[in-house]
């Protein structure tokens, strides 16, 4: 526990899985005190009063909310305040893909996704970060994708809301860069959590290629943001994509991300052989 920490507390979205796990496991082991949020109650207080015995912590929080319901935000952002907890930090990790080609996918579905991956945590961000401003004090930790770099056929809406994400992020981050207040954005590649199976797309090359572990992803994540860094992608070869999606035109990264999203077809039975 880093005694700096005492008395902290972030708030993490999607903390019931992948990235959002690691990355309570993170903040509960340098002490800070933790308010998880996604749908599953059980999940989060397993995970949640596990690390408070752990860690010693003075308080977890367990709020059950769906955000992909537009009054979300505000019912999270209500219960907190009526806690009389103070957030030091904010992570907007919930977020949910489908796959499928655009004119097929189920537009509720989508409609659902960008509430989620976009006007949720616009609208968390803007509560939390009025506090913040009255303070001069917070950290603000947003996760994108290395989506947010190229087009993203077959995950068209997944696509745009992390491409969203990632110039809502670095937009204001300037604008508060001469406050105390950070933001950083976490640009992950594929990695081996449920994604992939939420969204449908398990059978994809993207999702049976080499994967990034969620471990190593928060723990870079974590480290940008405590070091106030406005943008991280995690994982070299992901670090790569990003330096070749800046040089390639976007036609051709179109390509190579639809042949990533489609399924690997079987190999004809005489290569076999
Ligand atoms: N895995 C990848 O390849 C990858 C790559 C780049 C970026 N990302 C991004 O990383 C973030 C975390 O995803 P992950 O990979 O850790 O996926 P995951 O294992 O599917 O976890 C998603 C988390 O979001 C929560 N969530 C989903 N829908 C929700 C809803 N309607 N309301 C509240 N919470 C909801 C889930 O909790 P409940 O189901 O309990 O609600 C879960 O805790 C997402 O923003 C995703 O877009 C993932």
């Keep these: 526990m880093k005694e700096e920490n005492k008395g902290k507390t ?6 019931s899985n992948g990235f959002g796990m ?33 860690h010693e912590l003075e308080h977890v929080c367990i709020i059950t909310a769906d955000l992909t319901r537009p009054e979300a935000a505000r019912e999270v952002y209500d219960e907190v305040r009526k806690s009389g907890i103070r957030v030091d930090v904010l992570v907007n990790n919930a977020g949910a893909g489908v796959h ?57 809406i997944y696509g745009a809301t992390k491409a969203f994400m990632m110039s809502f992020s670095e ?16 640009c992950p590649g594929a990695s081996n959590t449920m994604f992939f199976r939420r969204a449908g797309a398990a059978h994809t090359r993207a999702a049976n290629g080499k994967l990034s572990e969620p471990e190593e992803v928060a723990r870079d994540g974590y480290e940008a943001l405590m070091k106030g860094e406005t943008r991280i992608v995690s994982g070299l070869i992901n670090k790569a994509q990003t330096v070749v999606s800046a040089i390639v035109p976007d036609s051709a990264m179109a390509s190579t991300m639809r042949h990533m999203m489609e399924e690997e077809p079987d190999e004809p039975a005489e290569s076999k052989l």
């Design 10 to 15: 972030v708030l993490i979205t999607g903390a």
């Design 22 to 54: 690691e990355f309570a496991k993170l903040f509960a082991r340098d002490g800070y005190n933790l308010i998880l949020v996604a749908r599953s109650t059980e999940r989060l207080k397993n995970l949640g009063y596990q690390l408070q015995d752990e």
């Design 100 to 156: 499928g080609l655009f004119y097929e996918t189920d537009l509720e579905r989508e409609k659902a996704i960008m509430q989620l991956n976009n006007f949720t945590p616009v609208e968390l961000t803007k509560l939390f970060l009025q506090d913040m401003m009255l303070r001069d004090s917070g950290k603000i930790l947003n996760v994108a994708s290395v989506v947010s770099f190229m087009p993203s056929p077959l995950m068209a």
């Design 171 to 186: 937009a204001l981050s300037d604008e508060l860069k001469d406050t105390n207040i950070t933001v950083t954005v976490l």
